[in-house]
Nanobody, 121 residues
Framework: QVQLVESGGGLVVTGDSLRLSCAASGDTMHIGSMNWYRQAPGKERELVATITNIPTTNYADSVKGRFTISKGYAGNIVWLYLDMNSLKPEDTAVYYC?????????????WGQGTQVTVSS
């Protein structure tokens, strides 16, 4: 099992920056890729950024050049970050941390509870 807890959301204005954090605990040694998703009201959840164990990163076109995904380690805790710069109102959404655990010939996907980001114009 993997537990994910996000933090760092809030209300900002256009052009501001925010850092989202996600603490992964539990069976973190088997975590493969980690991702940030977001879901705006009335829209489907979309993939924002991915980081692998290599690590390599990938971003949605809408956030390239503005958002940066990164990871850190503290003991058994894996920290996933999303640095968001030049925020726009269209970035308003609930942001979710996601982790893929690969162990025992199976892949399990875990989600955090989400953190709200609101960007006012």
């Amino acid at each position: 099992q993997v537990q994910l807890v996000e933090s760092g959301g809030g209300l900002v204005v256009t052009g501001d920056s925010l850092r989202l954090s996600c603490a992964a605990s539990g069976d973190t040694m088997h975590i493969g890729s980690m991702n940030w998703y977001r879901q705006a009201p009335g829209k489907e959840r979309e993939l924002v950024a991915t980081i692998t164990n290599i690590p390599t990163t990938n971003y949605a076109d809408s956030v390239k050049g503005r958002f940066t995904i990164s990871k850190g380690y503290a003991g058994n805790i894996v920290w996933l970050y999303l640095d968001m710069n030049s925020l726009k109102p269209e970035d308003t959404a609930v942001y979710y941390c996601n982790a893929h655990r690969l162990a025992y010939n199976r892949e399990d996907i875990y989600w955090g509870q989400g953190t709200q980001v609101t960007v006012s114009s």
